[in-house]
């Protein structure tokens, strides 16, 4: 069972519940609720946003008592009266599972800082190692911005869909994804110089508030990218984080070619051919080969380690060597947010959830705004039996980063069928460019799950290929922390196979 959170009083739509008295109350009224109905609201309010089994449920109100079912029913009718939650909005019944207290934990990520954009830079070549260099150096400026909680960053994948080379471009994208502000500009390389020009845009109205250029020699160009930085974010507020100042100071490599070795592995890993994995984990051990010292190539070359061997599907072999070398880039580079990020991404592949789970967090207190984190958080307390906060979280990274990797719509899609969301679900799987026979099997529960057995007879024959078994996949790769997850997947693929056979 999900540790219990604190008694505290909580708002139920438009009624205040205090766990600790059991008073329900309205306008200051109290509402009467019999004892065994105080204790399973009490029970599920410390447990909002969780799927509570119908035994979890009886063990709670009735402990030493043996009852049937039709206790508990009568029970959360009681409730549902007290509430006016006749649409069981509140308290939502999720098909033989249990119950669940649809109540969710927002995350606390509001703020009121001004929202930046970072665009691609130009660089004026057709040269798709230029291009890696060009964006990776936009990259880390936009990185190294979202360390100022002064500020909003908007994520690559939505700030890089434009070009930014009319005002018009700007001001589109400054009414959709919400920026106030653009950092465009070009890069020039000859050699080892770099020539960076930069400007920064107000959005609303096309006015350019400051422009510079910078020329830097060899690895010379980490300083500039933190001037640049620095020099954005001090035309916006009046004073800079200390501490954001600090992590930011330093370089990540003395080596220029490893740098740019790892800005090629990272864009190879957002590629989508088979073989782009594989040249990423390359690029990446030769970045390490360059400075065995370079954190954040340790924690890509785990990453991509991962992704090859199959995600949670990995053997212990390549999880165990993938751990060591995440470890190893927290320990290289403690204040990078994306080795911290990585390394809850191998921790969470080992079922080491509360690990997990805290290196998520610190790569959100080294960058608060980043969507990915934001987003793979979501997913994280998902798979800790929590998903309605999950899909919060999810929604959360939807905001910032509305032109967002696939890969939301497939966490966002675990979190629906955990909470008996099939129909939204399905809907969330089919977004998806390929459907590998990963997301076909998960599409034949979801379809199963809402009696369409013929749907999904037919997505789980199109996940057979050979060596990959429906059953070990929903098993084994997809880590939820608690059985109960794992058992209500199950059900849904053994359903769609009852119907294939």
């Keep these: ?79 549902r009266k007290a509430l006016g939650d006749e649409a069981q909005a509140l308290v939502r019944t999720v098909s033989r599972r249990g119950y669940m207290l649809a109540v969710a934990r927002e995350p606390d990520l509001t703020t009121d800082a001004p929202a930046v954009a970072v665009l691609r830079f130009h660089h004026g070549t057709d040269d798709p190692t230029e291009t890696a260099i060009s964006d990776g150096i936009a990259e880390d400026i936009l990185n190294g911005l979202g360390r100022f909680r002064a500020v909003t960053v908007l994520a690559r994948s939505t700030s890089f869909a434009v070009s930014g080379e009319a005002a018009q471009e700007w001001r589109t994208l400054g009414e959709k994804p919400g920026a106030d502000y653009f950092v465009d500009g ?26 510079d250029r910078y020329l830097a020699q060899d690895t010379e160009i980490f300083s500039v990218q933190n001037e640049i930085a620095h020099r954005i974010v001090s035309r916006l507020v009046s004073r800079l ?6 992590r930011m100071s330093s370089k990540p490599t003395d080596s220029l070619a490893a740098y740019e070795l790892v800005l090629r592995g990272i864009a190879a890993l957002r590629g989508y051919r088979p073989q782009d994995n594989e040249d990423a984990r390359q690029l990446f051990e030769a970045a390490i080969e360059k400075d065995p010292h370079y954190g954040v190539a340790q924690s890509y070359l785990a990453l991509s380690q991962v992704i090859i061997g199959g995600y ?29 990020r990585i390394l809850a991404i191998v921790r969470l592949y080992l079922r080491q959830h509360d690990a997990a789970e805290q290196h998520v967090r610190r790569s959100l207190d080294l960058n608060p705004h980043d969507a990915d984190t934001v987003c793979q958080m979501g997913y994280l307390l998902t798979m800790r039996g929590r998903p309605l906060d999950g899909l919060a979280w999810i929604d959360r990274a ?12 497939y966490d966002r899609s675990v979190a629906l069928y955990s909470i008996g969301e099939y129909r939204s679900a399905a809907t969330e799987l089919e977004r998806l460019p390929l459907l590998g026979p990963g997301a076909r099997v998960r599409l034949a529960a979801c379809y199963a799950q809402m009696g369409e057995l013929q749907i999904a007879k037919q997505h789980l024959g199109a996940a057979a290929v050979a ?32 119907q294939a056979e």
């Design 1 to 79: 069972m999900a540790t219990e959170a604190s008694a505290q009083a909580c708002r139920l739509g438009k009624f205040s519940f205090d766990p600790s008295s059991g008073a329900l109350s309205y306008d200051r009224e109290i509402i009467f609720l019999r004892p065994k109905a105080q204790v399973l609201l009490s029970h599920l309010v410390r447990n909002a946003g969780r799927v509570v089994s119908k035994s979890e449920l009886l063990d709670a109100v009735w402990p030493e008592v043996t009852v049937t079912e039709d206790s508990l029913t009568q029970c959360v009718r009681e409730i």
């Design 186 to 211: 070009d890069i020039k390389r000859l050699g080892g110089t770099f020539d960076v020009g930069v400007r920064l845009t107000e959005a609303s109205r096309g006015v350019q508030l400051w422009s």
């Design 241 to 246: 984080e200390d501490a954001g100042l600090q």
């Design 312 to 340: 949670a599907m990995a053997s212990t072999k390549v999880l165990a060597g993938a751990l060591d070398l995440a470890l190893k880039g927290v320990t290289l580079a403690p204040e990078d947010p994306r080795c911290h």
């Design 398 to 409: 939807l905001r910032l980063n509305p032109i967002h990797p696939d890969w939301y719509h």
């Design 467 to 498: 060596g990959f078994s429906p059953l070990d996949y929903v098993k084994n790769g997809i880590v939820f922390e608690h059985a109960a997850g794992i058992e209500h997947l199950v059900e849904g693929v053994r359903k769609a196979s009852a």
